[in-house]
């Protein structure tokens, strides 16, 4: 092992079984990045050039693709590499940095979620008040928070795991992750332990209390009002819901099974799950449930097309 217990490389052992199906895999995930690439930047671009769209809540669904894109690059290039390359090393530094990318990744979701349910919560709840309290400044304020809590407990908690003696230098994964180096420590991980709760705590769970809290308030709501109220609320409320249940359940899934051994097809499924759907499916709610969206981005490739034309 080089460096003695601080090893310079990881290897990345789950690849090894692959070898008979690589071409297969890599044609399918290259085909998957490149979906997730043109689907979030239409998204991303019709929500940039159309000044009709400059509002907190289209303005926070092009931040979840900007994260999609975020976490998609921190993942797909290296696992694409991986799949055609004979050996399936990572250096150290490298490692960290996947590490530090995947989980902000996963946490920024939740934190972008928790922006767009308070910006609904505000908008039914106080409608009133909406244009006074949502204003450009507060927005800035609040995504700029979302954005350096999450960096900063993370990075604490992945700071401490690199410090660990180990003694091992094979992570039985796709990716890096910090759970899989933890395992490899030759000494306890006590306070990594307790650091890794309140982060878990900090930037997940405290998002899905905010969360869950803003959509029952707008039940509450809801319930209190005309039917044709509530449609509209429920209209606008859907795709949130329906991300935010998604993208829950395929992250509780990886946080759970994580931490014990699985069949290798249901790990990878399982790992990969919170990475890659949320990705695929965010930009498809966004852009089929919001008319406003869904018009301007045939507009967009409609214009495109024409211009195309000789």
């Given at each position: 092992?080089?460096?003695?217990?601080?090893?310079?490389?990881?290897?990345?052992?789950?690849?090894?079984?692959?070898?008979?199906?690589?071409?297969?895999?890599?044609?399918?995930?290259?085909?998957?990045?490149?979906?997730?690439?043109?689907?979030?930047?239409?998204?991303?671009?019709?929500?940039?050039?159309?000044?009709?769209?400059?509002?907190?809540?289209?303005?926070?669904?092009?931040?979840?693709?900007?994260?999609?894109?975020?976490g998609a690059n921190g993942l797909l290039p290296k696992m694409l590499?991986?799949?055609?390359?004979?050996?399936?090393?990572?250096?150290?530094?490298?490692?960290?940095?996947?590490?530090?990318?995947?989980?902000?990744?996963?946490?920024?979701?939740?934190?972008?979620?928790?922006?767009?349910?308070?910006?609904?919560?505000?908008?039914?709840?106080?409608?009133?008040?909406?244009?006074?309290?949502?204003?450009?400044?507060?927005?800035?304020?609040?995504?700029?928070?979302?954005?350096?809590?999450?960096?900063?407990?993370?990075?604490?908690?992945?700071?401490?795991?690199?410090?660990?003696?180990?003694?091992?230098?094979?992570?039985?994964?796709?990716?890096?992750?910090?759970?899989?180096?933890?395992?490899?420590?030759?000494?306890?991980?006590?306070?990594?332990?307790?650091?890794?709760?309140?982060?878990?705590?900090?930037?997940?769970?405290?998002?899905?209390?905010?969360?869950?809290?803003?959509?029952?308030?707008?039940?509450?709501?809801?319930?209190?009002?005309?039917?044709?109220?509530?449609?509209?609320?429920?209209?606008?409320?859907?795709?949130?819901?329906?991300?935010?249940?998604?993208?829950?359940?395929?992250?509780?899934?990886?946080?759970?099974?994580?931490?014990?051994?699985?069949?290798?097809?249901?790990?990878?499924?399982?790992?990969?799950?919170?990475?890659?759907?949320?990705?695929?499916?965010?930009?498809?709610?966004?852009?089929?449930?919001?008319?406003?969206?869904?018009?301007?981005?045939?507009?967009?490739?409609?214009?495109?097309?024409?211009?195309?034309?000789?």
């Open positions: 092992m080089e460096n003695g217990s601080h090893p310079f490389y990881f290897y990345l052992t789950m690849y090894k079984d692959q070898k008979n199906f690589r071409y297969i895999y890599f044609t399918l995930v290259l085909i998957l990045y490149l979906v997730i690439l043109s689907m979030n930047t239409l998204i991303i671009l019709v929500i940039f050039l159309e000044r009709a769209l400059h509002q907190p809540m289209y303005i926070l669904i092009a931040c979840l693709s900007v994260n999609s894109l975020y590499a991986d799949l055609l390359l004979d050996t399936h090393a990572v250096s150290r530094p490298a490692c960290l940095i996947q590490i530090l990318v995947i989980y902000t990744y996963g946490s920024y979701e939740f934190t972008i979620l928790t922006l767009m349910a308070y910006d609904r919560h505000v908008a039914i709840c106080e409608p009133l008040k909406y244009h006074s309290i949502m204003t450009t400044r507060t927005l800035a304020i609040m995504v700029t928070v979302a954005l350096l809590c999450p960096l900063c407990a993370i990075g604490s908690n992945i700071s401490l795991t690199f410090q660990l003696p180990l003694c091992g230098n094979e992570l039985r994964k796709l990716y890096c992750s910090n759970w899989s180096v933890v395992q490899l420590s030759c000494v306890q991980t006590t306070l990594n332990n307790i650091v890794g709760i309140i982060t878990l705590v900090v930037t997940v769970f405290l998002p899905l209390f905010f969360i869950l809290y803003s959509y029952i308030q707008i039940l509450v709501i809801c319930q209190r009002n005309s039917s044709e109220f509530k449609r509209k609320a429920l209209h606008t409320c859907l795709p949130h819901i329906v991300t935010f249940v998604n993208y829950s359940i395929a992250l509780f899934c990886e946080i759970i099974f994580s931490r014990y051994e699985l069949p290798d097809v249901v790990a990878v499924i399982l790992s990969l799950e919170f990475l890659i759907i949320p990705p695929v499916l965010n930009p498809l709610v966004y852009g089929f449930n919001f008319p406003e969206i869904h018009r301007r981005i045939l507009l967009l490739l409609t214009s495109t097309k024409i211009s195309m034309t000789p």
